[in-house]
């Protein structure tokens, strides 16, 4: 069954360091996503990414985070100068349909910022 | 704005009982449904949907979700827990014309043997 696939499983950086978190989404499926979940609480929406473009974010996207789909595959998640709150599980999510469809999530990048 | 509220925290059911997990939900236009399920340590997993039609629909290992326009919930369903059923569940509304999914605050359900 085809899945989504995301690396690292758990990256540990220093505050003020950058970060990419990479995922592979279901090679077929059009649109793309980042959540993230603080201690396996709520699941907050940050970034859809539709026609290689950015198509909604939320207010918690700001410019310290980028998104970017630098081939065929990969779809990155870059968070810039790390801060201690951005501490989270990051998942990469993708959907073969824009409105009905269902997201596939991948495993998730644990995210530790000391 | 859309919005999703599940009122439980937490549930609790003994194996063989029917489980109710509940669902409102706050959109314009007619809204696009959804529950995962997310066990520990893994990703969230697609349990079902109600996009139109038949109110009740049915989803992966034996649950199903009611869909109820007037009440504006969407509520969680299985005739027969599972031990196995434990697990953290999302309720999930995404508005007609956007691209974001909202997600719940997630409830915690424990099946007891």
């Known amino acids: 069954e085809p899945e989504v696939t995301q690396t690292p499983s758990h990256q540990v950086t220093q505050m003020g360091q950058e970060v990419i978190l990479r995922c592979v989404p279901i090679?077929?499926?059009?649109?793309f996503y980042w959540y993230r979940q603080i201690l396996g609480q709520k699941v907050e929406f940050l970034v859809s990414?539709?026609?290689?473009?950015?198509?909604?974010k939320s207010e918690i996207f700001d410019d310290q985070f980028s998104v970017e789909r630098p081939d065929g595959s990969n779809f990155t998640l870059k968070i810039r100068s790390t801060k201690l709150e951005d501490s989270a599980m990051y998942f990469c999510?993708?959907?073969?349909?824009?409105?009905?469809?269902?997201?596939?999530f991948g495993e998730g990048s644990r995210l530790t910022v000391l | 704005a859309q919005s999703v509220a599940q009122p439980e925290d937490q549930v609790n059911v003994a194996e063989g009982n029917p489980l109710t997990v509940k669902c409102t939900y706050s959109v314009s236009g007619n809204p696009y449904l959804f529950w995962y399920v997310q066990y520990p340590n893994r990703g969230l997993q697609f349990l079902l949907k109600?996009?139109?039609?038949?109110?009740l629909v049915k989803g992966s290992y034996g649950f199903e979700a009611e869909f109820n326009k007037s009440q504006t919930s969407f509520h969680l369903k299985k005739p027969s827990a599972l031990v196995s059923d434990s697990a953290l569940y999302f309720c999930a509304v995404r508005g007609l014309g956007g691209f974001k999914t909202i997600f719940g605050a997630g409830t915690r359900l424990f099946v007891k043997a």
């Open positions: 990414f539709y026609n290689n473009e950015i198509s909604e």
């Open positions: 999510a993708s959907s073969e349909r824009g409105q009905g469809g269902e997201l596939f």
């Open positions: 109600y996009i139109t039609g038949d109110n």
């Open positions: 090679s077929n499926h059009l649109y």
